[in-house]
C-alpha cells in the first residue's frame, strides 16, 4: 500500500503554513488568495503547490508587495527519493500532482514599507516573468 501513495504526501501533507511580516510591524496583510490579516505577523494556510502574492499596507507608509513562489525543498526531495526506493512509480505521480514536494519562498516573508514621504519604494516584488520563447523557424506546417 505505501507505494500506492506518495511519500512526500504523506510525511509533509499538501499545504504548508506561511509566515508574513511586515516592517514596520503591524500592517495590515492580505494576500492575492483572499486571505486577510488585521496586523502582521499573518500565518495563513496555503496548498503547497499555489503560488500567491503578499500585500501589506499601513497608514503613513507606502504599499508594498511580496511574490511567494514554490520551490521543491530538501525534504520533498526526500520524499521523492522514498518513493523512487520503494518502486511508487503511482506515489511519485501523486506528489507530483499534489505539490507535497513543494515549499513556499520566501517563508518567512518579510514586506519592508517605507514612509510616503521617502524617496525609496516598499517592497514590491512581482512573479518573474518567464523567458520568451525564441522565435520558429523553418517552413510553416500545414
Given at each position: 500500500?505505501?507505494?500506492?501513495?506518495?511519500?512526500a504526501?504523506?510525511?509533509?501533507?499538501?499545504?504548508?503554513?506561511?509566515?508574513?511580516?511586515?516592517?514596520?510591524?503591524?500592517?495590515?496583510?492580505?494576500?492575492?488568495?483572499?486571505?486577510?490579516?488585521p496586523?502582521?505577523?499573518?500565518?495563513?494556510?496555503?496548498?503547497?503547490?499555489?503560488?500567491?502574492?503578499?500585500?501589506?499596507?499601513?497608514?503613513?507608509?507606502?504599499?508594498?508587495?511580496?511574490?511567494?513562489?514554490?520551490?521543491?525543498?530538501?525534504?520533498?526531495?526526500a520524499?521523492?527519493?522514498?518513493?523512487?526506493?520503494?518502486?511508487?512509480?503511482?506515489?511519485?505521480?501523486?506528489?507530483?500532482?499534489?505539490?507535497?514536494?513543494?515549499d513556499?519562498?520566501?517563508?518567512?516573508?518579510?514586506?519592508?514599507?517605507?514612509?510616503?514621504?521617502?524617496?525609496?519604494?516598499?517592497?514590491?516584488?512581482?512573479?518573474?516573468?518567464?523567458?520568451?520563447?525564441p522565435?520558429?523557424?523553418?517552413?510553416?506546417?500545414?
Amino acid at each position: 500500500m505505501a507505494a500506492l501513495c506518495g511519500c512526500a504526501s504523506v510525511v509533509r501533507g499538501t499545504t504548508e503554513k506561511v509566515v508574513i511580516s511586515s516592517n514596520p510591524p503591524d500592517a495590515t496583510i492580505r494576500t492575492s488568495l483572499g486571505h486577510s490579516c488585521p496586523q502582521s505577523p499573518c500565518t495563513i494556510e496555503v496548498s503547497r503547490k499555489t503560488e500567491l502574492t503578499a500585500f501589506a499596507e499601513k497608514p503613513g507608509y507606502k504599499a508594498g508587495q511580496l511574490f511567494i513562489g514554490t520551490k521543491m525543498g530538501g525534504n520533498g526531495a526526500a520524499g521523492l527519493a522514498g518513493n523512487i526506493l520503494l518502486g511508487g512509480v503511482i506515489g511519485i505521480g501523486v506528489d507530483a500532482m499534489s505539490g507535497a514536494t513543494l515549499d513556499h519562498y520566501p517563508n518567512p516573508a518579510l514586506i519592508t514599507l517605507v514612509p510616503v514621504d521617502a524617496a525609496d519604494q516598499s517592497t514590491s516584488v512581482n512573479k518573474p516573468m518567464p523567458p520568451k520563447a525564441p522565435p520558429k523557424t523553418g517552413q510553416p506546417v500545414g
